[in-house]
């Protein structure tokens, strides 16, 4: 088992995976990278933010009876909701057709992240599947990850949906840095051909820093799997696809784990406070 790189903090590596539109394949990134962290030695949590239409439970094979709607009006805790998939991957599912996830308040919006920091079992990494669009609980579930991975693809729409979707994290609440995954590629160079037409606009207009992770290819076996109610990278681990998923793990593991607490409400941000006034006490 690969070394373990958490201390007595439990520091948590809080993921947003985002993207300027819908269709650009956020949800299968989401539940295929936590398999790949899993596959790892990480123990993974998923956060189904897309709260109105929700569906990481199904690339996973699983039926919630309890979500994310349970734990805000408070007949379940965030643990007691979380469907657990072979172990290391658990998942705090989000509800489908209830519309009134769709627009949470501020203070729900603060509840959830608490109810999720709250959770006894803290996992190595927290990914949260964000809804696309430029929601207030998409905005503040982003601002309060640690690491923003912005998904593209080939089509006009997702990438100016991208762009767009990275001023506003700019200009409105500070966040300058993040990765970008071309999904669905076509060819070994039309990721990075992607990559290179982002970052054209964001040097223009933007004060941002862009991190190519690489491409994930067009693969009929993603198809094939989500017939089956199963990810990809589990039903047929050997596939193109798969292997990409794998390769992008190994690069999300390596991404440094948080060591400060910061000003603004975050996921697991607590784990931090205690140590972070003991250094600077020091």
Not at 32 to 56: E, F, H, T, Y
Not at 235 to 253: F, H, R, W
Request: net charge positive.
């Amino acid at each position: 088992m690969p070394e373990q790189r958490r201390n007595t903090v439990n520091p948590v590596q809080v993921i947003a995976v985002t993207g300027g539109r819908g269709g650009c394949g956020k949800t299968n990134v989401t539940v295929n990278l936590a398999l790949g962290l899993a596959s790892l030695g990480r123990r993974v949590m998923i956060l189904d933010a897309d709260l109105a239409l929700a569906n990481a439970h199904v690339l996973l094979g699983l039926t919630s009876k309890q979500t994310v709607a349970d734990v805000l009006r408070g007949t379940c805790s965030a643990e007691q909701a979380m469907l657990t998939f072979k172990g290391n991957v658990r998942l705090l599912p989000g509800t489908c057709g209830d519309l009134s996830m769709a627009n949470l308040t501020a203070t729900q919006q603060a509840g959830l992240i608490h109810a999720v920091s709250d959770i006894r079992d803290t996992p190595d990494a927290l990914i949260i599947d964000t809804a696309s669009g430029i929601s207030d609980s998409t905005m503040n579930f982003i601002r309060a990850s640690r690491q923003v991975l912005v998904v593209i693809t080939d089509e006009p729409a997702s990438l100016n949906g991208a762009y767009n979707l990275i001023k506003l994290l700019n200009r409105n609440y500070g966040i300058n840095h993040f990765h970008v995954l071309a999904n669905m590629t076509r060819t070994p160079h039309e990721g990075r051909a992607l990559f290179s037409r982002l970052v054209q606009i964001t040097d223009r207009f933007l004060s941002v820093v862009l991190d190519y992770l690489g491409d994930v290819p067009f693969d009929e076996s993603v198809r094939a799997a989500a017939q089956k109610r199963r990810a990809v990278f589990e039903a047929y681990p050997k596939s193109k696809c798969a292997m990409a998923y794998q390769k992008l793990a190994k690069k999300v593991d390596e991404w440094p784990l948080p060591v400060y607490p910061r000003a603004h409400l975050e996921f697991f941000g607590d784990n931090l406070l205690n140590p972070a006034l003991e250094r600077l006490a020091s």
